[in-house]
């Protein structure tokens, strides 16, 4: 799912349909389509000659874990599934209403 998403996300950013991406990558728009719609896994080779094609590149590093990030993930694993529903309506709600916010025109 990520390989996928970097794909759609680097084409997206470029501002190219998928067939404008297949032709810089010399690849046909159906296997765009197929990796973006996950009925085809890329291999990484293939993300990289795409991703490239859009006019980016794919770096990865190494990093040491984030303490922070580990123990929200564990506290979020003792919460009952409600909870977690409840937190992930919460979150959603926030975010529709901020973009709500930000489409209003502001008069001042």
Known sequence: MIL???VREARRRAGLT???LGHRAGVPQSTIARIESGA???STDMVERLVRAAGFEVRVSLGEPDRETSSLF???LRRT???RLTDATRA???VLHGRQQLREPRHG
């Open 4 to 6: 996928r998403n970097l």
């Open 81 to 83: 599934p409600a909870e």
């Open 18 to 20: 998928q067939a404008g």
């Open 74 to 76: 564990h506290r979020t």
């Open 92 to 94: 959603a709600h926030f």
């Open 40 to 42: 085809r896994t890329p």
